[in-house]
């Protein structure tokens, strides 16, 4: 079973900003909301951090079922008396996914190319340039189960795109292309689209990356 939680965060409060700042003290405090899982499985954990406006808000996908109290208590309204979040058993969605559904789609991305360099070790360069970012998504869309037009008529956009630093425990720092798609896309594969929206896209999954999210198609 697999679960879609929705968790507004308060702006106001310095814990949203150090995760807003911090992806992996964010991985950290979505960790911490499940508890222990069996030590054979490697369970995968998606989300993402959205800033709209004065919202903040939290999206993650699981195949726990979540309690997001500690991130409440540090970035949430933890007085008002009633649970502040949303979870969804997600499974109701992925179920009924069928091949020729339309859907709008919100994808946030880290979208490289990879190359061996001159010492034959793996070196991922950002794509930095939207043709390319456009490029990098519409080759992968066959694998994620997905049509979204072509080269000359893509159905969805760049809304988003920024590099961003930050440091890491194990290393002097973390350098990372974020790029945000929004559109339309065709459901061409049910499987494999299964797979992207609860695997996740492309590489950063650990830093807010690769979640996948569809809402109703209104066109």
Known sequence: MHYLSRIPLNPRRRGTAKFLSAPQTMHAAIESSFPPHNSDSNPRTLWRLERIGDKVTLWVVSDRKPSFEPIVEQAGWPNSGHPTWETRDYTLLLDRLMMGQRYQFRL???????????????????????????????????????SAG??????????KSQRYS??????????????????????????????????????????????????????
């Open 108 to 146: 946030t991305a880290n979208p490289v190319l990879s190359r061996r360099n001159e010492k034959n070790k793996q070196q991922r360069i950002p794509l930095v340039k939207e043709d390319q970012q456009i490029r990098w998504l519409l080759d992968r869309a066959p694998r994620l189960g997905i």
């Open 150 to 159: 072509d080269d000359t008529q893509p159905t969805f956009m760049v809304t």
């Open 166 to 219: 930050f440091k890491h425990e194990n290393s002097s720092g973390v350098s990372l292309l974020k790029c945000q798609f929004d559109g339309v896309l065709t459901v061409t594969d049910p499987t494999l689209l299964y797979d992207a929206l609860t695997k996740g896209v492309g590489k950063g999954k650990a830093y807010g990356l690769g979640l996948l999210t569809l809402a109703p198609y209104r066109g």
